[in-house]
Nanobody, 126 residues
Framework: QVQLVESGGGLVQAGGSLRLSCAAS????????VGWFRQAPGKEREFVAA????????NYADSLKGRFTISRDNAKKMVYLQMNSLKPEDTAVYYC???????????????????WGQGTQVTVSS
């Protein structure tokens, strides 16, 4: 069993940065891949970034490459999402999620994730 709690969301101006954190509990967290997803009002949940359980594999949505960076610290049971050069279209609720099993090929599919946090709101003003 893994529990996830996101934090770090807020209101930021376009061009600014935020760092989201995902705190995990559970003895086996280090064996889980972790992904970040987001959902804007009226839209489907979409993939943002994911990292394998070792952190050696990291993948991003094509539209976000170069602006977002995912990292994890298994000793602290934390996963981070650094978001730079934020745009109004990045406004959404951001969720972290954890899954077991092979990292590839399904790391970007939300329905393959077993555990989800409650989400944190990110609002980017123009």
């Amino acid at each position: 069993q893994v529990q996830l709690v996101e934090s770090g969301g807020g209101l930021v101006q376009a061009g600014g940065s935020l760092r989201l954190s995902c705190a995990a509990s559970g003895r086996t967290f280090g064996s889980y891949a972790v992904g970040w997803f987001r959902q804007a009002p009226g839209k489907e949940r979409e993939f943002v970034a994911a990292t394998s359980w070792t952190g050696g594999d990291r993948n991003y949505a094509d539209s976000l490459k170069g602006r977002f960076t995912i990292s994890r610290d298994n000793a602290k049971k934390m996963v981070y999402l650094q978001m730079n050069s934020l745009k109004p279209e990045d406004t959404a609720v951001y969720y972290c999620a954890a899954r077991r099993g092979d990292y590839y090929p399904d790391y970007d599919r939300p329905n393959t994730y077993d555990y989800w946090g409650q989400g944190t709101q990110v609002t980017v003003s123009s």
